[in-house]
């Protein structure tokens, strides 16, 4: 995978994944004065608590943000089931424990949230990298009755 980025916060060490990252938003929206676009560094861990950014962090449904607790917090549990859920025009999201594997056998990624590509698009298959959007991928994502 990509370089993973360290973010050092009170208790917790935020850690980022750019590649991973389609900017799906529920740590800006979540967090707004940690996760900042505009500042520099983008992940101000300071400004929250180690389980404010734990709670953020587990909704980032690509698995671009990940934590680690210093303070002897519990980490992330790795749901009991695993779900599939589409997203309209773009990604399957998975939670639960993911193992992508390649044709050859081999393990790419052992997560517990991860977007995969259903558009065909991506440069980084068999992840989402937001290419569906140039693309003009159009697919409401539900089930034909």
Aim: charged content about 20%.
């Amino acid at each position: 995978m990509a370089k993973i980025h360290e973010f050092q916060g009170q208790g917790i060490t935020v850690q980022y994944e750019l590649k991973r990252c389609i900017h799906a938003e529920k740590c800006v929206h979540g967090l707004p004065a940690v996760f900042n676009r505009e500042g520099r560094p983008w992940i101000q861990p300071q400004h929250a608590t180690a389980d404010e950014l734990a709670a953020v962090i587990e909704q980032c449904p690509t698995g671009a943000l990940h934590y680690q607790r210093t303070d002897g917090g519990a980490p992330e549990a790795i749901p009991q089931e695993n779900t599939i859920t589409i997203e309209p025009n773009g990604p399957l999201h998975v939670r639960g424990n993911v193992e992508v594997v390649s044709s050859n056998g081999s393990l790419v990624l052992n997560d517990t949230r991860v977007a995969l590509c259903r558009c065909g698009a991506s440069h980084f298959k068999p992840f989402c990298d937001n290419s569906h959007i140039a693309a003009g991928f159009t697919d409401p994502g539900l089930p034909e009755t």
